[in-house]
């Protein structure tokens, strides 16, 4: 895809007229080129809420600043395992990041966090 866009930018140059590529899997593939940004400006978003959150209810910026730490490193491990079990970033698996940004600091054991999770944000997740 991006042979296909130099190539049509040196014919359009050469022939002074606006060519683009096309293809039906293009538009599948556009999200490969940016899914990395995309993914640490949304991880950026949901951890710096979660400080801000944080710092408003706890008034502690030492207690803020270890809560975002470990936020952090369990977006770490959760892409460390992704790599161990070869799941590629894609669209679903840069969703289910975040989600894990907001299941990290919901309370409750880890089924009633799933339950809490799924029932908010499942919906608009699953359509």
């Not at 014919?11 to 640490?40: C, G, R």
């Not at 408003?56 to 470990?70: A, D, H, N, P, Y």
């Amino acid at each position: 895809m991006r042979a296909a866009r130099e190539f049509s930018a040196r014919i359009s140059d050469s022939l002074k007229i606006e060519i683009f590529p096309y293809s039906v899997f293009y538009m599948f593939f556009e999200q490969y080129l940016h899914i990395w940004k995309t993914a640490l400006i949304n991880l950026a978003i949901a951890i710096g809420a979660v400080f801000i959150v944080c710092l408003v209810i706890t008034g502690s910026f030492w207690s803020s600043s270890i809560i975002l730490l470990v936020l952090a490193m369990v977006v770490v491990d959760l892409m460390g395992v992704m790599t161990i079990l070869n799941i590629q970033l894609n669209a679903l698996s840069v969703v289910n990041l975040v989600m894990s940004v907001g299941i990290a600091v919901a309370s409750g054991d880890r089924d009633q966090r799933a339950k809490e999770a799924l029932s908010t944000m499942g919906a608009s997740v699953f359509r």
